[in-house]
């Protein structure tokens, strides 16, 4: 994700690991039968009651029907097959905003309540631990933004997208809402003739019945349900290929198919930008679903990236800022998606990186240089330490507004420690770091100690206080190789378009 900002804006903001941390919870989901119904969590800093324990999810499989206006609720049916890692009596999912209507477990009917944001269900016969287990849910989705709540689905001018991230996925679908928990994802979904349905990953059918057409969508790579996309609207679906004959799809407006090309055509060159600093891109293909809605933020959903119709169109954006959020973005399906972070507090790992592109893009690409870009941000890190928390342990977010939490200390306050580390270590370590680093957790999640394992490992060196320092300490270390920056006392507002 990256903030959008506005006109005149200030800087803007294996599956082994998950049985891990899932572990970690498993004590509090042993529950009794008679004991009160209430939501569990697996235990992140930042949001305790996200995700569940006890279980581990190999795939979802997602139907929606839309009937044709973003006002009504979608019907759904969610099915969830899972290893479950401990004995269940009760199974919670995540799912707050959308009406029930019934659950199977293992094909019988199972019991169910909420609790807070959780699905809490009850199966007829517990669970045992080292069970495949199937649940289907029967229930709508409803696209009207909940009270309180920001993200789901995002109401477009002519349809649906999703916005999923930081913890509303389950305000779409049950499930387990954490990115520890990656999973397989289909798309099942159905809308009125002359509308198109697009989702992540690749189309795997179509079929049309009685004035409605049905599109399934499948990944080949696990997912975390932050990361899920599903576009529905007026739209045209342009076809590229890009590197290693990767096939690239842009899901538009049809009315601005023409004015978005000269941009939308870039994407098979920043793909291969990437693939000559990181590595072979990770997924079975890409694009850009560029929706006509105010968001306030691009984000990096699985390879369907959402932008703002917005950031193409207003003469404000210059062309190498665009294009630099564009390849922010592609980033992601680097750092981030392919490698997902394993707690929020690791969120840096992802936002750092792929601004750290970005600025990289923007000095090779459009002569923005990185040296300035940097040192502007060391001098406002202690700030941005002092509102958001350091980079690897940042604050909580206002419960009413998740997206708090992408605050500049994850953004450039991250990239700054990347710069730092390349600094301390050198370009060509640094350089191998990166390689290294994607092809070791493609497809898993990865912590902040991972990182520095794997950094210490390639440079040959110890860097925990390195990394001690710059990732958790309230004041931002010294830069090496440059001791005369030196932290800004006062706020300085500057456009980031400039």
Same mark, same amino acid.
């Given at each position: 994700m990256i903030l959008t900002p506005h006109s005149q804006a200030t800087t803007p903001t294996r599956r082994r690991a998950a049985a891990a941390l899932l572990a970690s919870a498993v004590s509090v989901c042993l529950v009794a039968a008679s004991a009160p119904v209430a939501p569990l969590g697996v235990g992140d800093r930042l949001f305790p009651y996200l995700g569940n324990p006890g279980y581990d999810v190999a795939s979802y499989d997602l139907a929606f029907t839309y009937p044709g206006n973003n006002s009504e609720p979608l019907q759904a049916v969610t099915t969830i097959d899972a290893w479950t890692t401990a004995d269940l009596d009760r199974v919670n999912l995540d799912f707050a905003h959308g009406k029930?209507?019934?659950?199977?477990?293992?094909?019988?009917?199972?019991?169910? !309540?909420?609790?807070?944001?959780?699905?809490?269900?009850?199966?007829?016969?517990?669970?045992? @631990?080292?069970?495949?287990?199937? %649940?289907?849910?029967?229930h709508?989705?409803?696209?009207?933004?909940? #009270?309180?709540?920001?993200?789901?689905?995002? !109401?477009?001018?002519?349809?649906?997208?999703?916005?999923?991230?930081?913890?509303?996925?389950?305000l779409v679908f049950p499930c387990n809402d954490h990115p520890s928990d990656k999973a397989m994802f289909t798309f099942r979904v159905t809308a009125p003739d002359g509308h198109t349905a697009v989702a992540g990953g690749l189309a795997?059918?179509?079929?049309?019945?009685?004035?409605?057409?049905? *599109?399934?969508? !499948?990944?080949?790579?696990?997912?975390?349900?932050?990361? @899920?996309?599903?576009? %529905?609207?007026?739209s045209t679906v342009l076809h590229r290929t890009g590197p290693h004959s990767l096939p690239v799809r842009d899901v538009v407006p049809t009315r601005d198919r023409r004015a978005l090309e000269p941009w939308l #055509?870039?994407?098979?060159?920043?793909?291969?930008?990437?693939?000559?600093?990181v590595g072979r891109y990770p997924f079975e293909t890409y694009g850009l679903l560029v929706a006509d @809605?105010?968001?306030?933020?691009?984000? #990096?959903?699985?390879?369907?990236?959402?932008f703002e119709r917005k950031l193409f169109t207003e003469p404000v954006y210059p062309p190498w800022y665009v294009e630099s959020i564009m390849v922010h973005e592609a980033a992601h399906q680097w750092f981030g998606n392919s490698v997902t972070p394993r707690t929020w507090s690791d969120l840096w790992l992802s936002e750092g990186h792929a601004t750290w592109y970005e600025a990289l893009y923007a000095e090779e690409q459009a002569g923005k240089p990185m040296r300035a870009r940097m040192k502007a941000a060391y001098g406002a890190s202690d700030r941005w330490r002092a509102a958001g928390g350091p980079p690897a342990a940042p604050k909580a977010p206002d419960p009413a507004r998740k997206t708090g939490l992408f605050r500049p200390n994850v953004y450039d306050g991250a990239a700054l420690v990347l710069y730092a580390l390349r600094q301390e270590i050198g370009r060509p370590a640094f350089e191998r770091l990166e390689r290294a680093w994607v092809v070791r957790h493609r497809d898993d999640t990865a912590t902040t100690e991972d990182f520095v394992k794997l950094a210490s490992e390639i440079s040959g060196r110890d860097l925990d206080?390195?990394?001690?320092?710059?990732?958790?300490? #309230?004041?931002?270390?010294?830069?090496?190789?440059?001791?005369? *920056?030196?932290?800004?006392?006062s706020a300085k507002p500057q456009d980031p378009a400039q």
């Open positions: 029930v209507k019934s659950v199977e477990v293992g094909g019988d009917p199972a019991e169910f !309540r909420s609790a807070g944001e959780d699905l809490v269900i009850t199966p007829e016969d517990s669970v045992p @631990a080292g069970t495949w287990m199937r %649940i289907t849910v029967r709508t989705s409803d696209p009207v933004p909940a #009270e309180g709540r920001e993200g789901g689905w995002v !109401r477009t001018a002519d349809g649906l997208a999703m916005a999923n991230q930081a913890d509303a996925a389950h795997a059918g179509v079929e049309k019945s009685g004035g409605s057409t049905t *599109w399934t969508y !499948r990944t080949q790579h696990p997912m975390a349900t932050e990361l @899920a996309q599903v576009s %529905i609207g007026r #055509e870039k994407t098979p060159g920043q793909i291969a930008w990437m693939e000559s600093k @809605a105010s968001t306030g933020f691009e984000l #990096e959903t699985q390879t369907l990236s959402l206080g390195f990394f001690q320092d710059w990732l958790y300490g #309230e004041k931002t270390p010294p830069m090496p190789g440059h001791p005369d *920056w030196k932290p800004e006392t």
